[in-house]
């Protein structure tokens, strides 16, 4: 049987926890043998992660081990060679706000969609609901929710089961009050 694979959106203002808990998504994928490739808006971000370039036929042919990162610098550039990347791992948009665009680009649209066939995980990482295109939603399983303080009504009639994602986000920014780094996961 295969195996399910995931699409999590992580939402969380600064220092809520968010890169803590991308950090523990890998180490628990690679503890599986799984890859994971982040990609990321900042070369600074993710040190002590190789970067690899786009174009590189490693990256093209799943030829790599372990954890690499791809800078974010241009839709052509980045999204067109991830999208030929076949690989049982993880990929993580980190900081999406930083690169994606209002409108979902046809290349994110197949990594979406043809997710379990290219046996991978994915994971968008941003501060809010807003910060997040409205169709990306559509192919969520999971929300993992650190305090926001993103207005989420904006995505009503995006986001599947938006009562229940409500309620969460509400209890969540009332126990971060206490403890910042409080979370939860909303399965969809």
């Known amino acids: 049987m295969a195996r399910k694979s995931e699409h999590i959106i992580i939402l ?22 799984r890859r994971a490739l982040i990609i990321t808006p900042d070369p600074v971000e993710w040190q002590g992660v190789e970067e ?25 550039e980045t999204l067109e060679p991830i999208s030929k990347f076949y690989f049982d ?33 994915v994971v968008i990482v941003g501060h809010g609901f807003t910060d997040i295109p409205p169709q990306y939603f559509t192919y969520t399983t999971k929300f993992i929710l650190f305090k926001t303080t993103d207005n ?7 986001i ?20 910042p780094h409080y979370k939860e996961a909303l399965k969809i």
């Open 12 to 33: 969380g203002t600064n220092g809520t926890g968010k890169s803590t808990l991308l950090k523990q998504l890998v180490e628990e994928a690679n503890k599986k043998g």
């Open 152 to 158: 989420m009504i904006k995505r009503k009639n995006t």
């Open 52 to 76: 690899i370039q786009p174009e590189s036929q490693l990256l093209r042919q799943g030829g790599f081990t372990g954890v690499r990162k791809v800078v974010y610098y241009s839709e052509a």
């Open 160 to 179: 599947s089961n938006f009562e229940a994602a409500q309620k969460v986000v509400e209890r969540v920014n009332r126990k971060a009050m206490s403890n």
């Open 89 to 121: 791992g993880v990929l993580i948009f980190d900081d999406c706000r930083s690169y994606f665009g209002s409108q979902t680009h046809p290349v994110l649209k197949t990594i979406f969609i043809r997710r379990r066939q290219f046996m991978r995980d």
